[in-house]
T-cell receptor
């Protein structure tokens, strides 16, 4: 079945630094990838939708200059949290949709802690 | 996509069947019912989906009412590893749209 690999699974960074999270589709090509954020005891909230070769579409309230998304290939999307602050600490999850496939596969998530 | 309503939490004894309900009274004819679950600190995992017929796979069964306004996910023999938040999602199958996650049902399987 379709597998999405997300790295790192856990990262701690200092306030003001940037962190890059990778999301890879291992056995299929993903034309569309989604990035979600989940705070403790809350549901997943969509941050942005990225399409291979084009700019990402951000949800209302999500700063595109702070959360940089790059989907340069059909198997890799990256989310960079720039100038991270403690309030950015959260669980970030990516999902991918294969071309001509209506299913969604999720990565294992990245626990970001900004200190 | 139509909205869904699920109970906030449920308990189930280990080895018994877990029946998780979902109301989706505004579902339209081309919308499917999807079920995902999220075990603590992991990404969501696909369980099953259906349109109007009941469906069964190695993980669960999905029972959809004839009017399609509600459905029930059945885990036939719940284990402790089935403790998770279960999300019922309604959406059209085609199209590159995200999945909208409601609050889900927190299922706790009790030894």
């Amino acid at each position: 079945g379709a597998v999405v690999s997300q790295h790192p699974s856990r990262v701690i960074c200092k306030s003001g630094t940037s962190v890059k999270i990778e999301c890879r589709s291992l056995d299929f090509q993903a034309t569309t990838m989604f990035w979600y954020r989940q705070f403790p005891k809350q549901s997943l909230m969509l941050m942005a939708t990225s399409n291979e070769g084009s700019k990402a579409t951000y949800e209302q309230g999500v700063e595109k200059d702070k959360f940089l998304i790059n989907h340069a290939s059909l198997t890799l999307s990256t989310l960079t949290v720039t100038s991270a602050h403690p309030e950015d600490s959260s669980f970030y999850i990516c999902s991918a949709q294969a071309e001509n496939n209506y299913g969604y596969t999720f990565g294992s998530g990245t626990r970001l802690t900004v200190v | 996509d139509a909205k869904t309503t699920q109970p906030t939490s449920m308990d189930c004894a280990e080895g018994r069947a877990a029946n998780l309900p979902c109301n989706h009274s505004t579902i339209s004819g081309n919308e499917y019912v999807y079920w995902y679950r999220q075990i603590h600190s992991q990404g969501p995992q696909y369980i099953i989906h259906g349109l109007k017929n009941n469906e069964t796979n190695e993980m669960a069964s999905l029972i959809i009412t004839e009017d399609r306004k509600s459905s029930t996910l059945i885990l036939p023999h719940a284990t402790l590893r089935d403790t998770a938040v279960y999300y019922c999602i309604v959406r059209v199958r085609a199209g590159a749209n995200n999945l909208f996650f409601g609050t889900g049902t927190r299922l706790t399987v009790i030894p």
